[in-house]
């Protein structure tokens, strides 16, 4: 059983920063990504940032230049700085990892979600 587990979420006010971090834990497979995404209630759940084992980064549009991800292999853990945080940032962030595996001549996903963390950004 694999167990993300976020901290660092919060209210900022608007121009603010704010860290948040994730733990995996469990049997993990080693070639791996992990990330970032948030929700707001009602709408999709949205990609903010994804980084592989190798340390290739993908952000989303509305955060490019103002959020910086980061992750440690050895610890399985990934960070996400926010910077100049706006009213638009409100939402609940969740980790995710996810894999894919070839298991007995079959491709097998693997894909987990934290529980999520709230940042509320007030204006």
């Known amino acids: 059983q694999v167990e993300l587990v976020e901290s660092g979420g919060g209210l900022v006010q608007a121009g603010g920063s704010l860290r948040l971090s994730c733990a995996a834990s469990g049997i993990i497979y080693g070639l791996n990504i992990m990330g970032w995404y948030r929700q707001v209630s009602g709408k999709q759940r949205e990609l903010v940032a994804t980084?592989?084992?190798?340390?290739?980064?993908t952000y989303g549009n509305s955060v490019k230049g103002r959020f910086t991800s980061s992750r440690d292999n050895a610890e399985r853990t990934i960070d996400l700085q926010m910077n100049d945080l706006k009213p638009e940032d409100t939402a609940v962030y969740y980790c995710n990892i996810a894999w894919k595996r070839r298991v007995f001549g079959n491709m097998r996903e693997y894909d987990y979600w934290g529980q999520g963390t709230q940042v509320t950004v007030s204006s």
């Open positions: 980084i592989t084992t190798g340390g290739n980064t």
